[in-house]
């Protein structure tokens, strides 16, 4: 599974990080990041999809392989 952070749409709420610290952070720019390279583990995909679901602005994008 792929995770992506759309840094145009991104404003930097910090709720991806707190549903999934393992997966996002965010950045030097306040901005979230997949701090794997969008890869995500089998055992992380809940909080991916919760990430991207609980997301206010939809910038969260996951995706299977």
């Known amino acids: 599974m792929r995770a992506f952070v759309d840094k145009n749409t991104c404003i930097g709420c910090g ?7 393992s997966i996002f952070a965010l950045s030097d720019d306040g901005l979230a990041e997949n701090i794997h ?15 991207q679901e609980s997301c206010p602005v939809d910038a969260i994008k996951v995706e299977q392989n």
């Not at 709720?15 to 610290?21: E, K, R, W």
């Not at 390279?37 to 990430?51: F, P, Q, R, S």
């Open 15 to 21: 709720v991806c990080t707190s549903i999934a610290s």
């Open 37 to 51: 390279g969008d890869e995500v583990t089998n055992e992380l995909e809940e909080a991916a999809i919760e990430a």
